[in-house]
């Protein structure tokens, strides 16, 4: 074995833009490659919203941000959004037709779709993915690895109870040291998003224990954790949440919380946030979510 | 006055009896180190344990609950939950030393924040030389962030095959590279989480592994910094945090410290030290390392 020189490799790790200055700003610079990446969040706030940009952003030139790439879409929650991805593709494929290579270009041929039902399936397919990427003979070679979400899977097959949640736990790093020898074997970016539960006990007890920046998170007026405990927080590199707080605008005095009867004028405020990561100071970022993508929002 | 006589234990009075001493005036006269051949005298070992180079974590207040930083010749492991700045002590204490090594096996090591950490640094190296007014032109040697990159020893390791092959092979990468003085493996916990059903064995194994990093801290006068997890434990009914790899494993390591939140503040506690009394100190993760506790925090408090 031979230790490595570190100016032998660029001095920055290479990232994977999200599709927007400003989501990158808050993430220097996008998403890393070698390492894990977790994007927690409750339901609706956005995790597939992201996935799917990234996939799209992935297979622009390294000189864009991107990783020159395809990506492997691995998802658990079905159906698998098609028409969605086939709209943002749409709006990328215009946005940026003058970057890809020739003009028939289609985002979508470069994303390849995989559904997994378990755990189990998960790790039969580990291998084989592994000889896909190794022998993908694509003008874009695969950089980009997505599991949405990994908290689906390990939420239905196991009970609370010890032998359960030690074989649970033994599965995650399993699943993550497979993940992170991929990673570093062909430099992938690799991103799985997780679920939150809510939080009952007050602060004492394991679930508020604090992990990262934030002491609390509060979405949708309610306390949440990210979902799989501490033993899944040890496996996963950089833990962004995604945060949402229904919001409800009257037309004549500006902001009311909890006012519920005007819907029309109902909206999400979304805040993307830095729980850990080894390269990034504690930071937040407002986004919103529009027919065209992901973005983030200046105030 | 007979040593039989002698208000000591049953043991010790067989000692002095068998090694011939069976009456007090004939014990008066010899001195200690004497009495105790072949072993090392106590007021030496205090002569070189002062002399022992210790690494400083670049936090005056961690420092000093350490006894002015990380002992060289000694296995410490500091634990705590993600997020709390292992890693980032772990980069830092590879920037501060000369010629460090460091394994990592979480992947979470990035170029750009040892960088930054790294020109931290320099400039404080820099600022510390002016304000000496040291301005000998053989001072004057500009280290280079990148300088400081190029020094470290990297391994990358993707399975707990890859390190035990590691660990074994250090002693003859040690004799080779005599100038490295720290070894950073962050963290040694992550492989040994899978993959392990046969607990007996895992102990058996890690218990090794420490034996050996121990040897090389002695051998090379390194300081050996293990990085590990933290994780919960179920005891009488309710759960409680640990540092992971079970009980046998706290046996492994001299010096254990344990770095936990209290409200918003980053703190290191020491756990186990056979010569530190426990204390703790808080310490924060800034865009140029671990540095001090920012005060100002503590201004807001007593307002």
Known sequence: MRPQNLLHRPLTTQKCTLGCPILDRCVGGGIPCNSITELVAESASGKTQFCLQLSLYAQLPTSHGGLSASSLYLHTEFPFPLSRLRQLSATFRNSNSALLANNGHNPCDHIFVQSVHSVDQLLDEMPKIESFIKNSKSRLPIRLIVIDSIAALFRSDFENTPGDLKKRSSLFFKISGKLKAMAVGFGLAVVVTNQVVDLIEPNEGINGLRIGNLGCFYSSGRRVCPALGLAWANCVNSRLFLLRNEEFVSEENGTVNGGGEDFVCRRARRRLCVVFAPHLPDSSCEFEITREGVFGVER | ?303
């Open chain 2, 1 to 303: 006055m007979e040593v039989s006589s002698l208000p000591i234990s049953a043991s010790q009075r067989g000692k002095l009896i068998s090694a011939g001493y069976t009456s007090l005036s004939s014990l008066s006269s010899v001195s200690s180190s004497d009495l105790a051949r072949g072993a090392h005298n106590a007021w030496d070992m205090l002569h070189e344990e002062e002399s022992m180079t210790r690494i400083t974590t670049s936090c005056a207040d961690l420092d000093n609950i350490l006894g002015g930083g990380i002992n060289c010749k000694e296995v410490t492991e500091i634990g705590g939950v993600p997020g709390i700045g292992k890693t980032q002590l772990g980069i830092q204490l590879a920037v501060n030393v000369q010629i460090p090594l460091e394994f990592d096996t979480e992947g979470s090591f990035m170029v750009e924040r040892a960088l930054q950490i790294a020109e931290a640094c320099v400039e404080d190296m820099s600022e510390y030389n002016r304000f000496l007014r040291n301005d000998f032109q053989a001072c004057q040697v500009k280290m280079q962030p990148t300088d400081i990159l190029e020094n470290i020893f990297y391994f990358r390791v993707c399975s707990y095959t890859e390190q035990i092959a590691l660990i074994n092979y250090l002693d003859k990468f040690m004799s080779e590279h005599k100038d490295v003085k720290i070894v950073i493996i962050d963290s040694i916990t992550f492989h040994f989480r899978q993959d392990f059903d046969d607990m007996a064995l895992r102990t058996r194994v890690l218990s090794g592994l420490a034996l050996k990093l121990m040897k090389l801290a002695k051998d090379f006068s390194l300081a050996v910094v293990l990085l590990n997890q933290v994780t919960t434990k179920y005891t009488g009914g309710s759960f409680q945090l640990t540092l992971a790899l079970g009980d046998s494993w706290s046996h492994s390591c001299t010096n254990r410290v344990i770095l936990y939140w209290n409200g918003n503040e980053r703190y290191a506690y020491i756990d186990k030290s056979p010569s530190l009394r426990s204390a703790s100190a808080s310490y924060s993760v800034t865009h140029r390392g671990i540095r001090n506790s920012t005060s100002n925090v503590k201004r807001v408090k007593m307002m």
